[in-house]
């Protein structure tokens, strides 16, 4: 799996692949501009900026949109890890929890360090052929270092039936 996710480190850290992956698979976060800062095995840090398509009615990042961009700092952990693995496992988010601390304007970083956890996740699968299910938290802050949000997304992970 070590290699699977170090081949699609290099690929969605390449501008070009970045944009048609988000096109592709998030075409929503391609229009709301968020953007992979950093990954690697154990984390990843996502950002999104207030501007004219992210705001809401009160002058700050509307809650969908920093959702979106938590959930990517999960999400492409876990798609790394499953990148091309076999058997294939299927991801998907099963609970989302999020508090809100702060309004959300200017840049807002959101970092999950639970690459370990995910990892490990998915190879329980692959091991048993069973759904595991994780919390995974990803922390928001603005330019000042303030926390403005906290979510927390419940992942499910299965392996693949290869028999049938």
């Not at 970083?109 to 329980?124: E, N, P, R, S, V």
Request: charged residues 20%; contains cysteine; glycine residues 6%.
């Amino acid at each position: 799996m070590n290699s699977n996710f170090e081949k699609f480190k290099k690929s969605i850290t390449h501008p070009l692949k970045y944009r048609l992956f988000m096109i592709t698979k998030l075409p929503m976060g391609f229009i709301a501009g968020l953007k992979l800062a950093d990954i690697d095995k154990d984390k990843a840090v996502v950002s999104v900026r207030f501007k004219w398509l992210t705001q809401n009615p009160f002058k700050s990042i509307y809650f969908a949109v920093l959702s979106m961009a938590a959930e990517l700092s999960t999400g492409i952990l876990s798609f790394a890890n499953v990148y091309n693995s076999k058997p294939a496992v299927s991801m998907l988010v099963i609970k989302l929890q999020g508090e809100f601390y702060k309004k959300a304007v200017g840049k807002i970083t959101f970092t999950c360090t639970d690459g370990g956890k995910i990892t490990d996740a998915i190879q329980q699968s692959i091991a048993t052929g069973e759904g595991v299910t994780i919390d995974c938290k990803s922390v928001g802050i603005n330019e000042q270092n303030e926390v403005v949000a906290i979510f927390i997304f419940t992942w499910s992970f299965k392996a693949k039936n290869t028999t049938a």
